[in-house]
């Protein structure tokens, strides 16, 4: 979980916003899982959207629907590729509808320090915009070469990580029985300077053997003995100013994440509704084995 979690466009109001992506969710990748070195699982996912929850009133979203379509591949010695889109439909109460299509392709080295992405997005009818860049992980910076929307670089701090590396260190720290992990992470999103403190939440661990609401996953011989965990994202703008008080995420996004990089369970809560992500569709895909000395 781009990204868990996977880099993101944000859904704000009904009136502007495209449709919540749950790509930080999904772009995993980049290490090994445990003792027994259980690779992260190259794959094809599909997720249907629908409204969990809607709040504020007048100004409630009514009825949201739509689709994820996610394909993951790649290993240690080559880096990993995610291909994500994600069309979505929100109504809201006074009858306004919003149409949005989001398309990204990302691809990050296994040791997280270099990250391209190419994020473009469309508003009903209107023209797409994109974002397309590289940001590479020198010394104790990142340097970010942005295209689009405008050419530009920049600098951020060698702290920030981006969204493999953070779905990698999510799993080792539930592995070690953490509860909590806070980190900054960069994924391209929004004008492609955006970003996010993190704040992950991290329930106990739920062996294979344990399903309520059974999916493609879940009954799959791959993923039914592998162990998964609870995990709870908020993501809060790095440069929000907080009035009073805590500051508010500007989402969150939970899901129950495998030890080999698989999400299920999506839920995304942008504060004014919530939608949630259901795995209809789910394909491992081969993976390209590294050669010795390769790694």
């Known amino acids: 979980m781009r990204r ?12 502007r ?30 997720y249907d959207l629908s409204l969990l929850k809607s709040r504020n009133g007048a100004a409630a979203v009514d009825s949201a629907s739509g689709r994820i379509l996610y ?9 990993y590729t995610s291909e994500f889109r994600q069309v979505s439909e929100l109504s809201g109460s006074e009858g306004k509808n919003t149409l949005s299509d989001l398309r990204s392709t990302s691809w990050e080295d296994a040791e997280g320090k270099s990250y391209r992405f190419k994020i473009d997005t469309r508003m009903n009818e209107g023209n797409a915009s994109g974002v397309d860049g590289i940001a590479e992980r020198t010394g104790d910076h990142i340097t970010v070469k942005l295209k689009q929307p405008v050419a530009k670089t920049f600098t951020l701090d060698g702290s920030t990580v981006f969204p493999t590396e953070q779905v990698r260190r999510i ?12 980190l900054t992470v960069y994924d391209g999103s929004d004008n492609g300077e955006k970003v996010y403190n993190t704040l992950t939440v991290i329930g106990k661990p739920i062996p294979g053997d344990k399903v309520t609401t059974p999916d493609p996953s879940t009954s799959n011989d791959v993923m039914k003995t592998l162990t998964r965990w609870p995990v709870t994202v908020s993501y809060y703008d790095r440069d929000a100013k907080s009035n009073a008080g805590e500051q508010t995420p500007t989402y969150a996004m939970s899901f129950e994440l495998y030890e080999n990089g698989v999400s299920r369970a999506l839920k995304l809560d942008y504060n004014d509704f919530v939608i949630a992500g259901t795995l209809d569709k789910f394909e491992v895909k081969s993976a390209k084995p590294c050669k010795p000395g390769e790694k």
Do not use: M
């Open 17 to 46: 916003v495209a449709g919540a992506t749950l790509a930080g969710a999904l772009l995993l990748g980049a290490a090994s899982a445990q003792a027994a070195n259980i690779p992260f699982l190259p794959h094809q996912a599909s």
């Open 4 to 15: 868990l979690y996977r880099f993101l466009p944000r859904l704000s109001d009904v009136p």
């Open 171 to 182: 799993i080792a720290a539930a592995r070690e029985g953490k509860s909590l992990l806070e």
């Open 71 to 79: 394909n993951f591949t790649g290993s240690e010695c080559e880096g």
